[in-house]
């Protein structure tokens, strides 16, 4: 399935940047809906193209308004699109995310933004008593061509109960572990930017396929699920 994101989309997200207030917003509600609903197509072809190939059972598109509560930044709208794809869970693990931005800040992510402390611990047992598959899955050439280096917040030091001196304490001191693949402005408007999106995707498979095989089993290999 395929969709094609309009440039009228981008120049309504500049617009709205350089207008973030509501009575800009209001005035412009008419357009907004219309450029919504045409975006909305571009998240379901992905979403569409991703069921083909993996188990994804939710596309989250997240609302244009900011919430504003507990931030400094009191700017009521976000000035960008974006959506997740959540994969089938217990058995299947990691997720998908579209970021639709102007001047070239577009980008999709994968992995794992936010492990829960329980998920975090296991991925670190496990690079602490063997990293070599991980080292493979990451130094892959299909991968690396795609989407570069595993990159993620981590800690300054070793975790409490790891040694810092460990020969993985690079993967053991993460506290994300995702990747990130930016594109241009001119490559989201061309008509197979969704299929581009979707054949990146497909590449992330095998870093999936080891995570949730790690996420579901404990350290010996029995399943938890």
Do not use: C
């Not at 990159?151 to 993967?171: C, Q, T």
């Amino acid at each position: 399935m395929s969709a094609t994101v309009q440039n009228d989309v981008f120049k309504f997200l500049e617009n709205l940047e350089k207008n973030n207030n509501r009575e800009w917003f209001n005035d412009h509600k008419k357009e907004f809906k219309t450029i919504e609903t045409d975006i909305k197509k571009v998240y379901q072809a992905v979403f569409e193209n991703l069921k083909i190939h993996d188990d994804v059972d939710t596309l989250k598109m997240f609302r244009i308004y900011r919430d504003v509560r507990f931030s400094k930044n009191k700017q009521p709208y976000k000035t960008h699109f974006g959506g997740s794809f959540h994969r089938v869970k217990p058995h299947l693990r990691g997720g998908y995310y579209l970021h639709i931005q102007p001047n070239n800040e577009s980008f999709i992510a994968t992995g794992f933004w936010e492990p829960n402390k329980e998920d975090l611990l296991r991925m670190r047992k496990e690079f602490e008593m063997d990293d070599e598959e991980m080292r493979s899955i990451l130094n892959d050439t299909s991968l690396k061509n795609v989407w570069g280096n595993l990159i993620g917040d981590e800690l300054v030091s070793a975790p409490k109960g790891f040694n810092k001196e460990h020969k993985a304490i690079d993967l053991i001191k993460k506290k994300q572990y995702i990747f990130i693949k930016k594109f241009t402005d001119e490559e989201v408007l061309k008509s197979d930017f969704t299929l581009k999106v979707d054949m990146s995707f497909k590449t992330i498979r095998p870093y999936f396929n080891y995570m949730s095989d790690v996420l579901t089993t404990d350290l010996n290999g029995v399943s938890l699920i």
